[in-house]
C-alpha cells in the first residue's frame, strides 16, 4: 500500500487511523508497542523518525521526493496532508472561511496549548512528592484549558461547523484525557463529544485494527 502509518500501541497516531478511516483509503499500519516499565517508545522507531514519536506517516506513492517516497511526521501536519493530498477535502471548511481560520486555530491548538499541562501532569506524576508544589499550577492550567474547549463544543457536538471536522479527529485526544482523568461531571459537553467520537464506525473500525489504546 502507498499510506503506511507508524503506529505506537496507546499514542495519538490512534487519530490518524481514525482519520484514514474516515477518508476511507487502504493503509498500512507498522506496530511499534511501548516498554512495558518505562511505558517510551522502543528504539526501532528512531530508525523512522529520529525523536523515536509516533505517528509517523509514510507515503511512497509521493513522487515529489524523487521516488524515495515522503515521510510525513507531527500529527497535526499528518492530518492537513491527508486531507489535502488524499482524499480529505470534507473533513476541512473551505478556505477563505471563518470556519477554516478555526479550524486550523483547532488543528494546532491540539498538538500544542492543550497537550502542555496533560504532558507535564504525566511527567511530575513519576516524581511523587518532589512535584507537590508544581501540582496546583498543573491543575489549574488543565482545567483551564479543558474549560474553554468545554465552552467551545457548539450546540451540533462540534468544534468548528456542524459536521465532523479534521480538527475534531485531532481535539478527540485531550478531550478523552480529560474523561480518563474522571472529569466527565465537570464537563459534560467533552464527555458526549467523546462519546460521539467513539459511536463512529470509522472511530470502531480504527480502534480495533490499531490495538490497545488507554482502555477505550
Not at 486531507?83 to 498538538?111: I, K, N
Request: net charge negative; charged share 20%; with cysteine.
Amino acid at each position: 500500500m502507498s499510506l503506511i502509518v507508524h503506529h505506537l500501541n496507546n499514542s495519538r497516531s490512534q487519530r490518524i487511523l481514525w482519520l484514514l478511516e474516515e477518508i476511507g483509503i487502504p493503509y498500512e499500519i507498522k506496530f511499534y508497542d511501548r516498554d512495558p516499565i518505562t511505558n517510551l517508545a522502543p528504539p526501532e522507531l528512531v530508525a523512522v523518525h529520529p525523536l523515536g514519536k509516533s505517528p509517523v506517516l509514510e507515503d511512497r506513492n509521493d513522487s515529489a521526493s524523487g521516488g524515495r517516497g515522503r515521510i510525513i511526521i507531527e500529527s497535526a501536519a499528518i492530518a492537513e496532508y491527508l486531507c489535502d493530498y488524499h482524499g480529505g477535502s470534507a473533513l476541512v471548511p473551505q478556505r477563505g472561511t471563518d470556519d477554516h481560520v478555526r479550524h486550523l486555530q483547532w488543528m494546532h491548538f491540539a498538538e500544542g496549548s492543550a497537550m502542555t499541562p496533560i504532558l507535564l501532569r504525566l511527567y511530575t506524576a513519576r516524581l511523587g512528592e518532589a512535584a507537590a508544589t508544581l501540582e496546583p499550577r498543573i491543575a489549574q492550567q488543565l482545567d483551564s484549558h479543558f474549560s474553554y474547549m468545554e465552552n467551545e463544543v457548539s450546540d451540533a457536538g462540534h468544534f468548528v461547523g456542524d459536521n465532523l471536522s479534521a480538527a475534531d479527529i485531532m481535539l478527540s485526544f485531550p478531550a478523552e484525557i480529560a474523561i480518563m482523568q474522571g472529569m466527565a461531571p465537570r464537563y459534560p459537553k467533552l464527555a458526549n463529544f467523546v462519546n460521539a467520537c467513539h459511536d463512529r464506525p470509522a472511530w470502531r473500525r480504527a480502534r480495533e485494527k490499531g490495538g490497545a489504546y488507554y482502555g477505550y
